[in-house]
Structure formats: structure tokens, C-alpha cells
């Protein structure tokens, strides 16, 4: 990214892609592919919360040891990643709420707790939470541990908010109304952008739960009883179609002042 004229700071690359309207695009798709793939695992192959969970905390393991190692921003290893969080998020927030009988309530508590502690963690370390900001290693792994809590934080939320009432519709309209209110302060106020990117990144992932579940569950819960596998693949490859036609950059930051000429 070129440095403006008149400035003494250089700019450079993140390893996420630039905050555009693509990226929410496909952030939401990914979610919702999180709730129909966690559920394939742990519901429609019988493997359980516990083993699903295990499963894909493996995957997000190896996939953010590899996108840390990676030397730049690449597209479909960060989108990977992101799913493998997505998918991870919904299985542990299943076995919390529903094996430890935490109770929907409780678990998004917890977890609110949890990445609040780790913003809190990632601000006090770096001075700043941005996401322009993510370039090292130090700063990767306080970004991914965020949004995975986040991710984790915003299945349990999805599933009370369908549950207490409005259904899988309603839920999805209840997150589409925030959605837009945040939309809204960010054209027309002076709130922080960064406390409203991560607003915007917490709500999007429940509003992909209870897509998701609209997507799967029976037509007598409220659901289009579409089977969990199909729904998956359809998600995957408007990622995929999106990822590949969606302009993908990277974004930047103000680094080190620049050596004189």
C-alpha cells in the first residue's frame, strides 16, 4: 500500500483481508456454515458434541499454526481457518449448553466473559485491538483466540434467542435489526469503528446459527428441512464462488516511521 503524500509512516500488509463488503458476505456465509457442518458432525453422523468438538478444535489448531507461518494474506487458507473456527465454535457451544448443562444463559455469560478477557488481554499487550494491526505472530494469536470465542459466544446466543421464542426467523430478523443498527454508527456517528467491528463480527455469527439451523431443522420446528450435509455443500461453494470472484486484499496499517530518503 503506498504511503500518502506528507506522511512519515510506511504502510503495511495485514494477514486478514481488508473489512469490505465482501468480507461480511462471506463471514456470514462461513458462520452458517459453521452451524450446518458442526451439525453434520455431532448430530447427522452421531459422533456427539464431545468428539465433534475435538475434531475441529484439531483442524483450527493446525490451521492457525499454518496461517501464523504463512508469509502474507492468502485467501482460501484464511477463509479455511475461519470455517474451522466457525465449525469448533458451534460444537463447543452444543456440548457447554447442552452436555454440561450450562443452559443457554449461562454458557453465553461465560463466554461473553471470555472475549472480553481476551480483547482486554490483546489491548493491555499491544495497545490496540484492531484488525489492521494483525501482521505478527503475537497479534495473530490474539486475534484468532478472540474470534473464537466469538464464535462460540454467538452459537449460544443464536440458539437462546431462536429458543425463547421468535423461532429461527425471528431470531435471524432479531440479528439483522442489530446488524444495521451497528451499520448505522458507523455511517452517521463517531462511535470507534474498531468497538463496532467486533459488534458486527460477534452478531454476524449468530445470525448465521439461527440461518443455519432455518436451513436444517424440521418443518414442524420452524426449519426448511434441508438435510445438514446438502446445506453444507451449498454454503461451501458459495464461499468458494465468492472467495474466487469477491475482490480478496489484504489489509494495512500504519507501521514504523519511514527512513528519510
Request: hydrophobic share 50%; aromatic share 12%.
Amino acid at each position: 500500500m503506498p504511503r500518502p503524500a506528507g506522511s512519515d509512516c510506511v504502510f503495511t500488509a495485514s494477514k486478514v483481508p481488508a473489512v469490505t463488503l465482501g468480507f461480511w458476505i462471506i463471514k456470514i456465509a462461513a458462520t452458517t456454515l459453521g452451524e450446518t457442518g458442526g451439525d453434520t458432525v455431532t448430530m447427522t453422523m452421531n459422533l456427539g458434541y464431545l468428539v465433534g468438538s475435538a475434531i475441529f478444535l484439531s483442524a483450527l489448531a493446525v490451521l492457525v499454526v499454518v496461517q501464523i507461518r504463512a508469509n502474507g494474506f492468502h485467501p482460501f487458507l484464511y477463509w479455511g481457518t475461519m470455517v474451522a473456527s466457525t465449525t469448533a465454535g458451534t460444537t463447543m457451544a452444543d456440548f457447554a449448553d447442552r452436555s454440561l448443562g450450562i443452559g443457554y444463559a449461562g454458557g453465553s455469560a461465560i463466554l461473553f466473559a471470555c472475549v472480553m478477557a481476551s480483547l482486554g488481554l490483546w489491548y493491555w499487550s499491544q495497545g490496540s485491538v484492531s484488525v489492521q494491526t494483525v501482521n505478527t505472530p503475537k497479534v495473530e494469536s490474539f486475534y484468532w483466540a478472540t474470534i473464537t470465542f466469538s464464535q462460540t459466544l454467538g452459537t449460544a446466543l443464536g440458539d437462546w434467542v431462536a429458543d425463547a421464542g421468535p423461532g429461527y426467523e425471528g431470531g435471524a430478523m432479531i440479528f439483522v435489526g442489530a446488524l444495521t443498527a451497528v451499520a448505522v454508527l458507523y455511517f452517521w456517528s463517531g462511535v470507534s469503528r474498531v468497538l463496532l467491528f467486533w459488534a458486527a463480527f460477534v452478531l454476524t455469527r449468530p445470525l448465521g446459527a439461527t440461518v443455519g439451523d432455518f436451513f436444517d431443522k424440521p418443518l414442524a420446528q420452524g426449519g426448511l428441512n434441508v438435510s445438514r450435509p446438502l446445506a453444507s455443500a451449498m454454503i461451501a461453494t458459495f464461499i468458494v464462488a465468492c472467495i474466487l470472484f469477491l475482490p480478496q486484499r489484504a489489509g494495512g496499517h500504519p507501521g514504523r516511521p519511514a527512513k528519510p530518503n
